[in-house]
């Protein structure tokens, strides 16, 4: 072998040797821990009513006549929520309508009855015991008309509903005695929401 080629031969075996020093160089020693099985949900926002998909109605109604109407309103979600009441309305009586809307509780909730209702104690707009709401029908849709304008669930400041929380409205709606002749023969439709949004 000549001696040029025995010098490269060399030069190549310790090449070699210096990437194996090398790479041996940067080894090091590990160990990993784990923490597995972890698991994600989202949590719910629920609320619903005991109207079973019916409405109340009263009809024919005459001046100083006047009609009450309750409903149980239930929270069954997993995040605490608040609660907005907010109206819309239909038909052309709603102005010459007075509604009185009460906060309390039902020992035997049966829509629409209200035969069990209690009014809350607390008289929170001075309006009577567990009045809420007190003035007419159109004023309260064009007033309380979405879940950001709507009526919280008590005036005196937004309250949390929890899983199960549950509370009763009795409505009340009359024609004054004095009401305008004007208001004879129309009528007028409403729809009242509960809507929840977690804090």
């Not at 020992?107 to 009014?119: E, G, H, Q, W």
Request: net charge positive; aromatic share 10%; with cysteine.
């Amino acid at each position: 072998m000549s001696r040029t080629r025995k010098i490269l031969v060399s030069l190549i075996v310790v090449s070699l040797a210096s990437i194996a020093i090398a790479g041996a160089t940067f080894a090091k020693f590990s160990r990993t821990t784990s923490n597995p099985g972890n698991s994600f949900a989202a949590g719910t926002v629920n609320i619903a009513d005991n109207d079973a998909g019916a409405a109340f109605s009263i009809p024919t109604m005459s001046p100083g006549s006047s009609a009450s109407r309750c409903i149980r309103v239930t929270y069954t979600g997993s995040l605490t929520s608040n609660v907005h009441l907010f109206g819309a309305t239909t038909g052309s009586l709603a102005p010459y309508l007075n509604l009185v809307v009460t906060r309390g509780t039902e020992s035997a909730p049966s829509f629409p009855s209200c035969s069990t209702f209690t009014a809350d104690a607390t008289n929170y707009i001075g309006s009577g015991a567990g009045v809420v709401y007190s003035g007419t029908l159109s004023n309260f849709a064009s007033t309380y008309s979405d879940y950001a304008s709507g009526l919280v669930d008590v005036p005196t400041g937004a309250q949390n509903w929890a899983t199960n929380n549950s509370h009763s409205y009795q409505f009340t709606v009359s024609l004054p005695a004095g009401a305008s002749s004007s208001a004879q023969g129309l009528t007028s439709g409403a729809t009242f929401y509960w809507e929840a949004r977690n804090t």
